[in-house]
């Protein structure tokens, strides 16, 4: 089974100072990997996803991810973040090849930023 | 956003009452799924459906009872809930079951509160 770790539970920043959230997973085999991000009031959407090919992805609103085999992590980075970037931040993993297609989410990261 | 729809978006019922929550989902999607999201705890996968077949079901126990008439349609019929069931019950879609890199999309959520 999979399990994933956030390990920040809540996070304030200034607006323009760079974010890195970090995302741990576990699990022998291989993994697809996604963050997904709940603004205040609005539902979870999907930010970006890894699943193979270059380990650094590029989604939505200039936030990336790095995919790093072997510390089996995916941490989220954006250079300079804004207001409108106050939300939660969640890590999820599914397994390739189980056939299993849900995903096993982390406990999330508050994200506050201040004006 | 409108792709995945859910009813009621809030609920209190006492333990004893009988109640259904509603997701349709407009995307055309074949995959369906039920979350709860408890307070400080991951996410967690109650449910899975594909064309109206449940392929999963995740330890859930027999208070909660899905039903998914159609591809588009999931219901979760809850019956003698307790208080620790409190929690937002979010509704999922994906295109299928076929491919694990599929996107699944999330509804609004119900904020379900027991009494």
């Known amino acids: 089974a999979q399990s994933v770790s956030q390990h920040n539970h809540h996070v304030i920043l200034s607006e323009a100072a760079s974010l890195e959230l970090g995302c741990n997973y576990s699990?022998?085999?291989?993994?697809?990997l996604f963050w997904y991000v709940q603004y205040p009031g609005q539902h979870l959407q999907l930010l970006l996803k890894?699943?193979?090919?270059?380990?650094l992805v590029k989604g939505i609103k200039g936030f990336e991810a790095e995919f790093i085999k072997s510390k089996f992590s995916f941490n989220l980075r954006k250079p300079s973040v804004q207001w409108s970037d106050t939300a939660e931040y969640f890590c999820?993993?599914?397994?390739?090849?189980?056939?299993?297609?849900?995903?096993?989410f982390g406990s999330g990261t508050r994200l506050q930023v201040q004006p | 956003e409108t792709g995945v729809t859910q009813t009621p978006r809030h609920l209190v019922m006492g333990m004893t009452n009988k109640k259904s929550l509603k997701c349709e989902q407009h995307?055309?999607?074949?995959?369906m799924y039920w979350y709860k999201q408890s307070a400080k705890k991951p996410l967690e996968l109650m449910f899975v459906?594909?064309?109206?077949?449940?392929?999963e079901n995740n330890s859930v126990p027999s208070r909660f009872s899905p039903e998914c008439p159609n591809s588009s349609h999931l219901f979760l019929h809850l019956h003698t809930l307790q208080p620790e069931d409190s929690a937002l019950y979010l509704c999922?879609?994906?295109?299928?079951?076929?491919?694990?890199?599929?996107?699944?999309?999330f509804g609004p959520g119900t904020r379900l509160t027991v009494l």
């Open positions: 999922a879609s994906s295109p299928s079951l076929a491919t694990s890199t599929d996107t699944q999309y």
């Open positions: 699990y022998g085999g291989t993994v697809n």
């Open positions: 890894y699943f193979s090919g270059d380990p």
């Open positions: 999820a993993v599914n397994a390739k090849n189980t056939g299993r297609r849900a995903l096993t």
């Open positions: 995307l055309g999607h074949n995959a």
């Open positions: 459906y594909s064309l109206e077949e449940r392929v």
